[in-house]
């Protein structure tokens, strides 16, 4: 059968073994098993005795070695191109629970270290997600995520296009000294705590149509070079643009 979640988002984990199987029988791999249920070894619900469950380290070594892979194995712009109806780039984590605090500040451009054209479409980050200086050099995806902890995207730079589509920010988001090079969408997105772009720069169109701020937004410094849409935004908590 493989992952349930997976069949969802183009079987992008059909080389992953099935981890958990529910009650109603349905299978989950390591990177779309609840986050309760990431077992070390197949466990079957309600039969014998719970294997141990992966460690937030190891965890985290398994999403940093499928990304390391896709830059081992080079540029497939066939593959990577942008897809608005069916996207499934090499580099895919979309419906991905991230159950435990994760850095990527590694792939910040030094040593070939990089994200590539990367889906992280519907994932949870329960803990906190660092992004920090981190390069990305084709596009990427967060449409749909939930940010449970703090997401921090501090002096990262973008260089194909950003989409954050309705994607939620439960504890506090920066993006200050952050570089959009392509068009950078927010549309319909959800800030719950304070929201940082000071600095930032937003070469292509910047799209927060429809998002809400609840805690203080602030754009201080930032550059539009293209058009800038906030149409319908709510800013709850203010929202400084000086």
Known sequence: MGCCIGAKHNNWCADYDVVYVDGDGKEYCIFHAPANCKFVE????????????ISGEEFNELVFARIQ??????????????DWVNWNPRCNFAGTIFFADISFIEFNGEEGKYLPSINFLSSQFRGYAYFDSSQFRGYASFSSSQFRGSASFYSSQFRGSAYFYSSQFRGSAS??????????????????GYAYFDSSQFRGDAYFYS?????????????????????SSQFRGGGRFW
Do not use: C, M, N, T
């Not at 197949?42 to 469950?53: A, I, M, R």
């Not at 998002?211 to 149409?231: C, E, I, K, N, V």
């Open 42 to 53: 197949k466990y079957v619900e309600g039969v014998g005795e719970k294997p141990e469950l």
């Open 175 to 192: 993006f200050s000294s952050s570089q959009f090079r392509g068009s950078a969408g927010f549309d319909s997105s959800q800030f719950r």
């Open 211 to 231: 998002s809400q701020f609840r805690g203080s937004a602030s754009f201080y410094s930032s550059q539009f070079r293209g058009s800038a849409s906030f149409l």
């Open 69 to 82: 892979g896709v830059i081992d194995a080079g540029e497939d712009e066939e593959r990577d191109k942008w």
